[in-house]
């Protein structure tokens, strides 16, 4: 896509904001204030390539944070959110549209949402980023969160926590770690023990505490 200077778009963006107070305040005072943008193409013929004249648009949306509340999440199956080398890092229509069926389905069924896998490894819920906090089988207390290999979106506030990595290990005594891990470990946690909390976290909402998982026939529970 062609390139929008980043400081005339902040300066577009004030001034919306100022054309839309009023109808800002109308709705008292927001949690947070979210810009959403669309930037799409202008070219005048349809293909697959590079554009040439592209056009974005801001939408404004004050929005108030979600009370906090523990979630129960549904493990995927036989449907994909992200694959290595798509655009999961992103967050796009095209990433979230097709997801539908399988989150409605879940709701249908008495869960919160989703908790998407690739291979069985735990990638993240369809808006939240996942940490799991478990004690690893040498001993020590850990806080895993999945890594951003591109079937992720890396989110600012998985960037925050990972931002303070070492204030975190140092006041609660353990180790934040991006790495792989599969439902399968989750699920050894839990039955031996070892498995304290899974919660997810965006700029949305507070952390979201997990009080369930299903995996097929198999349930973890949390307190």
């Known amino acids: 896509m ?22 800002i305040d109308w709705m008292g005072e ?14 005048k013929t349809l293909g697959v390539r590079t554009p040439q ?3 974005i648009v801001a939408l ?3 929005i108030q944070m979600k009370k906090t509340s523990s979630i129960s999440l549904k493990c995927s199956r ?8 798509g655009h999961g890092q992103f967050r796009i229509s095209g990433n979230l549209g097709p997801l539908v069926p399988s989150v409605t389905d879940a709701k249908n069924n008495g869960f919160d949402d989703v908790l998407w896998l690739l291979d069985d490894y735990i990638k993240e819920c369809t808006i939240l980023n996942v940490f799991i906090l478990q004690q690893s089988r040498f001993g020590w207390m850990e806080l895993v969160t999945p890594e951003a290999d591109t079937c992720i979106l890396n989110g600012v506030t998985r960037q925050t926590i990972i931002n303070l990595k070492e204030k975190i290990e140092k006041q609660f005594n ?8 599969s439902i399968h470990e989750v699920i050894n946690s839990s039955k031996e023990g070892r498995l304290f909390e899974v919660f997810g976290a965006s700029t949305h909402c507070p952390l979201m505490p997990v009080n369930r ?9 949390l307190n």
Not at 174 to 181: D, F, T
Not at 213 to 221: G, N
Request: glycine content about 2%.
């Open 213 to 221: 998982i299903v995996y097929r026939d198999t349930t973890i529970k």
């Open 78 to 85: 036989e449907v994909n959110k992200n694959w290595p080398l």
């Open 174 to 181: 353990l180790k934040i770690v991006e790495r792989q891990i």
């Open 53 to 55: 004249q592209t056009k």
């Open 30 to 43: 927001p949690d947070q204030f979210y810009t959403r943008i669309l930037h799409f193409s202008m070219d």
């Open 60 to 62: 404004l949306n004050p």
């Open 2 to 23: 062609p390139k929008f200077d980043k400081n005339e778009l902040l300066g577009c963006i004030k001034k919306l904001v100022a054309l839309d107070k009023e109808w």
